[in-house]
């Protein structure tokens, strides 16, 4: 049975007449097309809404070939997207500029080897017209996947695998941020300081470590000094508890996201240590839960919601641009590292 809403729901014809255009003007208008004069795309615009007229996206389709959707995948499984904020608030970034757009996100996790497969499957298979991809590592097949795919991809952070030179991208000054977080450190006096890395696959993590390395005295340098965290939680516990273990004479930390500061954070109150006095603790990203810990953190902060809708506004401009139009490539964005100096260090 067909609700009788249904039967009322205008048409390309309604609208058209109600321009006084052909049909073919309005579905130019419509689907985007050129060669319509400004007033008379206007005309089309005001006829489209006092009708309450919504295009058919099926049909819509099959004109301009495109699906209206963006595939966002994340290198990561579910456990790790839903336990980090920092990817629900690049999520929310990527969002709001999709639907500012008219253009549906469809997120994709990669769980195993064979989600890398389905991913690839789903790319190649013309279900987007897009693709977002971030928290890669370094071995990960899916870049190769998206080339495969001939879909236009924005990546999230710097790509770190061979060939990845022309490759779009948007990412933050994590050496610079790291320089600045074990600066502050030393000129809080402190002169054991020790790291928490993320996994070093990641060029985050990479540059995280690398600018570490710069602001350090190199007479201090000391490879006990360093832990990988896993850029979670529970990493961050027990790679504190390592460099406890192997210096317990260090009296600051620099802890290259704030989901590992907290984890940093308990084993240093289970281990008597007190934060700032006996520990300075630096974290990186100023996610909202940084301004909660006990003491509130010092961290750095990227704007990480900003990031996600850039990688979203680089990938509809190139969309827009269509094939062929090399000359307008829009370049990658690198946005800078800020120190948010508060308790903890």
Do not use: K
């Not at 319509?36 to 005309?43: K, L, N, Q």
């Not at 850039?310 to 269509?322: D, E, F, N, S, T």
């Amino acid at each position: 049975m067909v609700h009788a809403s249904n039967e009322r729901r205008p048409t390309l014809e309604a609208v058209a007449a109600r321009a006084g255009v052909s049909r073919a003007t309005v579905s130019r208008v419509v689907n985007g097309g050129a060669g319509v004069r400004g007033e008379v795309r206007e005309r089309v615009r005001r006829a489209v809404t006092d009708l309450g007229y919504v295009p058919n996206s099926a049909a819509r389709s099959l004109v301009t070939r495109r699906t209206g959707a963006v595939a966002v995948v994340i290198a990561e499984p579910e456990t790790r997207v839903f336990a980090d904020p920092f990817f629900g608030r690049q999520l929310r970034g990527i969002s709001r500029e999709l639907s500012a757009a008219d253009t549906q996100l469809l997120l994709l996790l990669q769980e195993t080897r064979a989600g890398h497969e389905r991913i690839g499957r789903y790319l190649s298979a013309g279900h987007a017209d897009g693709v977002l991809m971030f928290s890669l590592h370094r071995d990960d097949p899916l870049p190769a996947m998206a080339e495969a795919s001939g879909l236009p991809t924005v990546y999230g952070g710097r790509p770190g695998w061979a060939g990845a030179e022309r490759a779009l991208y948007v990412d933050t000054d994590n050496r610079d941020g790291a320089r600045q977080a074990v600066r502050h450190l030393r000129a809080r006096g402190r002169r054991r300081i020790a790291v928490i890395t993320g996994p070093l696959d990641q060029t985050s993590a990479q540059d995280r470590l690398d600018g570490y390395r710069d602001a350090l005295d190199p007479a201090t340098a000391d490879p006990r000094l360093i832990a990988d965290g896993g850029f979670t939680a529970q990493g961050g516990e027990r790679a504190m508890a390592e460099l406890l273990a192997a210096a317990p004479d260090l009296d600051g930390v620099f802890v290259c996201s704030d989901l590992m500061a907290s984890g940093a954070l308990r084993t240093l109150r289970a281990h008597g240590r007190r934060v700032p006095e006996d520990v300075g603790v630096v974290g990186y990203d100023d996610l909202d839960p940084a301004a909660w810990t006990d003491p509130p953190l010092t961290t750095v902060r990227q704007d990480v919601e900003e990031m996600g809708r850039l990688m979203a506004r680089l990938l509809l401009r190139r969309l827009a641009a269509g094939p062929g139009a090399a000359r307008d490539e829009p370049a990658p964005v690198v946005t800078p590292a800020t120190l948010v100096v508060r308790e903890s260090g």
